[in-house]
Every structure is written in C-alpha cells, then in structure tokens.
C-alpha cells in the first residue's frame, strides 16, 4: 500500500525559507510521476512541481520557478521541495502525490491515485 507523508510546513516570514519532506513507502511502480501540488484557501488546486521516476529534470509551474526546487533522495525515498523567497501567495497546504507512468497532463492533479495528508505553509508579512 503506498503511503506518502509530507513534513517540514510552518509559519514563516516573507522572504523565508521552508523544506518540504514527502516520504514515500510501499511503491511499487517501475515508471512514476511524483508531484508537489498546494492548495489555498477558496482556491483551486495547483501544481507546483512534478519528477518523472527520478530521471531527467523537475518542471516547475511557473508561477514558482526560480523560487522552488525539487529534489529526490533515492535511499531515502524521499521527495523534497525546497522553497525560497517566500512570498504570502505561498501561504497554503502542500501536498505530495505520486501516480504510475508518465506525468502528462500532471499540473491539475488528476489521475493521481495517492496522496499524502499535507503540511501547511504559512507566509506573513
């Protein structure tokens, strides 16, 4: 069964700085795409940034590129997101998903199957 578990959300001022920690367990998928996605209050869901099985690079939305950093530790089976330059727009609840194959179509978070119970993100001024 796969679990993920998202860790490292807080409070922080802006222009901070937070590491998100998603662990993964039970994956079984020889192929995968691995995604952060957030979601503020009275909005919609959005992607953040997505790997495809810990090949190649992350892609980012843009609306967070050059601030946002994905990374993977293998051993670990760990999925990071680091984020600088926080800005309040950030503030929400941050989730991790994984789902089999390729990540097409990944930005609006469906067809992702497992999801983690997400860790919240604070910005204040």
């Known amino acids: 069964q796969v679990q993920l578990v998202e860790s490292g959300g807080g409070s922080v001022q802006a222009g901070g700085s937070l590491r998100l920690s998603c662990a993964a367990s039970?994956?079984?998928?020889?192929?995968?795409?691995m995604a952060w996605f957030r979601q503020a209050p009275g909005k919609e869901r959005e992607g953040v940034a997505r790997?495809?099985?810990?090949?190649?690079?992350?892609s980012y939305a843009d609306s967070v590129k050059g601030r946002f950093t994905l990374s993977q530790d293998n051993a670990r089976n760990t999925l990071y997101l680091q984020i600088h330059s926080l800005i309040a727009e950030d503030t929400a609840m941050y989730y991790c998903?994984?789902?089999?194959?390729?990540?097409?179509?990944?930005?609006?978070?469906?067809?992702?199957?497992?999801w983690g119970q997400g860790t919240q993100v604070t910005v204040s001024a």
């Open positions: 998903a994984i789902r089999d194959g390729y990540c097409y179509q990944w930005l609006g978070g469906h067809a992702f199957p497992h």
């Open positions: 039970g994956v079984t998928y020889s192929t995968y795409c």
């Open positions: 790997l495809y099985a810990g090949v190649g690079s992350p």
